[in-house]
């Protein structure tokens, strides 16, 4: 495995290999991996001759009252668990080369990124669309690898690389969760032993405003929404619940009836555990 931290060594590395028709798999993360990111990785390492993994706390994702400055960082970590995945190159890249002083161009996904994560963080999807569409300009990948667990940025990448006719195929991966139910997130080094097992609330949550619309044929999102609000309020106190949404998958749009709904449904929600804001979500499927 080699780490390669200029932009134009990577490009030539990936060119080389489709060349000479290698396929290319590549995984965006911010680093301080675990097993979500390792899984990914895996699938990755499974469908293609090459796996590219970034390594990169993207600036422009953050707004300036977020935690940029703090988000756990330990690349001689990530390198081991790289490597013991299977990565062939980690592309670790300085902010600057990315985002220089004169840069100039974004890429926004209009509508999908100003509802749910983004009302709450505007502008954060502009952040995160313009260093994918850099990264896969560098890379080149057959395949991008994105996990479930941020469902809106896997929407809005899917709609991004279609609107901008990249050649890639998109593949989501499941999202990985401790025992308890509690989605793996780097962030969850902010969070105490107690936060950890109370923050599990979230997916009991979820899993029962997933049980609500599977069984019926008619229910209102409210009463759906409320009930999990009732849930989380009685078994975690010291959770502060920013939103939950349920809203079309593809589109994102809210859903009125989700137990008439036909298709796949996003029950998404995001909250604080003091200063730790959580987000995770479910799908549920309607036939
Ligand atoms: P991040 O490092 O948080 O930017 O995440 C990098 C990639 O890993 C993104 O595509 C995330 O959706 C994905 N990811 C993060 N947490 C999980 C998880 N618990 N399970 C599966 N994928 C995840």
Do not use: W
């Not at 709450?120 to 667990?149: C, E, S, W």
């Amino acid at each position: 495995m080699k780490v390669i931290k200029e932009i134009s060594a990577i490009q030539n590395i990936c060119l080389y290999f489709k060349r000479l028709g290698k396929t290319i798999g590549f995984v965006p993360t911010m680093g301080f991996l675990h097993e979500g990111h390792i899984s990914l990785i895996l699938k990755a390492r499974d469908e293609n001759d090459i796996v590219v993994t970034s390594i990169f706390v993207n600036p422009i994702q953050f707004l300036p009252n977020e935690d940029f400055e703090k988000y756990p960082r330990d690349f001689l970590r990530d390198y081991h668990l790289c490597k013991s995945a299977g990565v062939d190159y980690i592309f670790y890249p300085e902010p600057e080369d990315i985002f220089p002083n004169d840069y100039k161009t974004f890429i926004e996904v209009k509508n999908l990124s100003d509802v749910l994560e983004g009302k709450y963080r505007p502008g954060h999807f502009r952040g995160v669309t313009t260093v994918v569409a850099k990264f896969m300009n560098i890379i080149m990948p057959d395949k991008l690898y994105l996990g479930q667990k941020d469902a809106q940025q896997a929407v809005i990448l899917k709609k991004m690389s279609k609107d901008l006719n990249y050649p890639t195929e998109i593949r989501i991966g499941k999202t990985i969760r401790e025992d308890s139910g509690l989605a793996l997130s780097s962030r969850n080094t902010y969070l105490s032993d107690e936060e950890k097992i109370e923050a599990s609330v979230l997916y009991k949550a979820l899993e029962l405003g997933a049980k609500l619309i599977s069984k019926s044929h008619s229910i209102s999102s409210e009463e759906v929404i409320d009930k999990m609000k009732s849930f989380i309020k009685e078994k975690s106190p010291n959770c502060e619940l920013q939103y939950i949404a349920i809203t079309d998958n593809e589109n994102l749009s809210e859903i009125a009836d989700p137990g008439n709904f036909k298709g796949e449904i996003l029950i998404s929600l995001a909250a604080f555990f003091r200063m730790t804001r959580l987000i995770d979500n479910i799908v549920v499927t309607k036939t």
